[in-house]
């Protein structure tokens, strides 16, 4: 297993086609490559999926975009979505069973350049929470973040909930869809075709932290 210290990118080229070919496929988004190739880095280090890991971090940046007004978070909300999305499933190198906070552990103890500590450590807890518990007060570092804080993870937490469910088979099938929202409903309208793949309860389970964070219903048409 690769050191998850102090990691840097020796490779400027690393991992191109794959970001390449996501990049094409989600072309409508602001694709920041270089972050994304960054944290690829880390987790092809520890034999990370890394096309379930793009295909999430897509997701997240198509949900972060398209409801802008709901959260109100900035860019640097989004970089910090990025990273999380991109190795919430790190953990896994020491298998599933509470790999989310095996996650949370390795992202806190790895670099990015250009990324702060402050935000690192963000993005491990955004990935930490990305299944299984919500953020609670009583959870070690989690409690002892500022109220603003708390508010950005738990607000990026329920997006990437929502868009790991969405590849829950890590097949990448979901490619381009729309968000409708109204003062009560955010809707994902899906093709029928991909719609029939989404494993429903599964995804009311995880869209749950959304509702709570914005008091927004989630549903599927």
């Known amino acids: 297993m690769a050191n998850a210290n102090s990691r840097q990118l020796s490779d400027p080229c690393a991992g191109d086609a794959a970001l390449n070919s996501f990049a094409e496929k989600f072309s409508h988004l602001n694709v920041q490559t270089a972050l994304i ?3 690829m880095f880390i987790g092809r280090g520890l034999n990370f999926d890394e096309n379930h890991a793009l295909q999430v971090t897509m997701l997240s940046q ?4 398209a409801t802008t007004t709901l959260h109100g978070l ?7 979505l990025i990273i999380g999305a991109m190795l919430h499933d790190i953990g896994t190198c020491a298998g599933m069973r509470g790999h989310h ?4 552990s390795l992202i806190m103890k790895s670099a990015i350049p ?10 491990a807890l955004v ?6 518990s919500e953020p609670k007060e009583k959870h070690e570092f989690y409690s002892h973040l500022s109220d603003s804080d708390k508010n950005r993870v738990s607000a990026l937490a329920a997006i990437l ?5 969405l590849d829950r088979n890590h ?27 989404i494993d429903l309860p599964a995804f009311e389970k995880k869209s749950r932290l959304f509702t709570k964070v914005f008091g927004r219903m989630v549903k599927i048409c």
């Open 114 to 123: 250009g990324i702060s500590h402050e935000d690192m450590l963000l993005a």
């Open 74 to 80: 900035a860019a640097g909300d989004r970089q910090i």
């Open 127 to 132: 990935a930490r929470y990305h299944r299984k």
């Open 101 to 104: 906070k095996n996650s949370c």
């Open 37 to 39: 190739r960054s944290a």
């Open 62 to 65: 198509i949900i972060f975009d």
């Open 161 to 165: 909930r929502i868009a790991d469910v």
């Open 171 to 197: 097949l990448q099938q979901v490619g381009e869809f729309t968000l409708d929202s109204d003062t009560k409903t955010v809707t994902f309208l899906l093709p029928g075709s991909i719609r029939s793949g």
